[in-house]
């Protein structure tokens, strides 16, 4: 398995705080990305990263910050938690190439009351 | 844009049936890539398979199976002879060329096996 954790794996937090989801790996793979799970639309990318300091948006970045100061971290930021974001968030790693491909982490249960 | 289709939202199958899970894409990139994954209940997401875009040829592992079909822009999934742990959500996802390759993913087929 790719070793990948997230912290924390369950949180529940009130409309309008800050939140930061934490993904860590050990496989120094360049490439990490950010998805929300909820039901009827599978996952959907929120963030991704191409390496330390350089990140994208995906699909559903509103709302969403992202930072990766190091290889083996990259961090999601709520600024202002709201009911909608209430989700599972997965973190993926990839290594890039021609047989490139992603590696989930166990999830993190988000609740926004 | 890229969209991934599974119709099938969810299967009941009594165990060692054959089950087909259906995958329809859109793409206008002639370059991209397939792939499966399971999401036991246990939650997390399980990679079963990646195909490319230029191999058309079926795959077989144990009993998994998966059928690619450009000319329909399909990648269907068979199970023969289910068991109880395939009880899942399958998922079918669809990547882009390059190298950061965010993937499209489908709503996902929940599977049931019945004892």
């Known amino acids: 398995d790719a070793g990948i954790t997230q912290s924390p794996r369950h949180k529940v937090t009130e409309t309008g705080t800050p939140v930061t989801l934490r993904c860590h790996q050990t496989?120094?793979?360049?490439?990490m990305y950010w998805y929300r799970q909820d039901p009827g639309h599978g996952l959907r990318l929120i963030h991704y990263?191409?390496?330390?300091?350089?990140?994208d948006k995906g699909e559903v970045s509103d709302g969403y910050s992202v930072s990766r100061s190091k290889t083996e971290d990259f961090l999601l930021t709520l600024e202002s938690a709201t009911s909608s974001q209430t989700s599972v968030y997965f973190c993926?790693?990839?290594?890039?190439?021609?047989?490139?491909?992603?590696?989930f982490g166990p999830g993190t249960r988000l609740t926004v009351l | 844009a890229q969209k991934v289709t599974q119709a099938q939202t969810e299967i009941s199958v009594v165990e060692k049936e054959d089950v087909t899970l259906d995958c329809v894409y859109e793409?206008?990139?002639?370059?991209?890539?397939l792939f499966w994954y399971k999401q036991p209940p246990s939650g997390e997401l399980v990679f079963l398979i990646r195909?490319?875009?230029?191999?058309?040829q079926n795959e077989i592992s144990g009993r998994y199976s998966w059928n690619f079909q450009k000319s329909t822009s399909s990648f269907n999934f068979t199970i023969t002879a289910s068991q109880v742990v395939d009880s899942a959500v399958y998922f079918c996802?669809?990547?882009?060329?390059?190298?950061?390759?965010?993937?499209?993913f489908g709503s996902g087929t929940q599977l049931t096996v019945l004892p």
């Open positions: 993926a790693i990839s290594g890039g190439g021609s047989t490139d491909t992603q590696y």
């Open positions: 496989e120094n793979h360049r490439y």
């Open positions: 990263s191409y390496g330390v300091k350089d990140t």
């Open positions: 793409t206008r990139d002639t370059t991209y890539y």
């Open positions: 195909r490319n875009s230029f191999d058309e």
């Open positions: 996802a669809l990547s882009r060329s390059g190298s950061a390759r965010q993937l499209t």
